[in-house]
């Protein structure tokens, strides 16, 4: 049977459920729809069809969401490549299997 297809925003809400019980609450960051913790902090948004995660250089999770194929830093800055944030990497649609295990380390990482 196949999988029915899903919008990256059904995804984004879908994780968003599942984080919920640990605090986590959707509101805007850079006009697009992101989970903060319940201290009001952002660990993750919405980035075109992809989850833009802070996953801090240099982790584990870090190199296994950059290692997906299309993902890249996180730039909102609307000038691919020119100031991507270095911590943040865009985990694509393709990969939203994936999304709730980045977003789950996002949101254990301490904030900055």
Known sequence: ???TATTAH???ERVGEALAPLGVTIS?????P??????GHSF???FEDGLSCRLIEGTTEYDQALGLPGAELFDPSGERHKRPMKD???????NADQWLTFARAAYH????
């Open 1 to 3: 049977m196949r999988k």
């Open 10 to 12: 059904q995804d984004f």
């Open 28 to 32: 805007l960051v850079f006009g697009k």
């Open 34 to 39: 992101a989970y903060k913790d319940a201290n």
């Open 44 to 46: 993750a948004c919405l």
């Open 88 to 94: 943040w990497v865009v985990v694509p649609h393709a």
């Open 109 to 112: 990482r301490p904030p900055r």
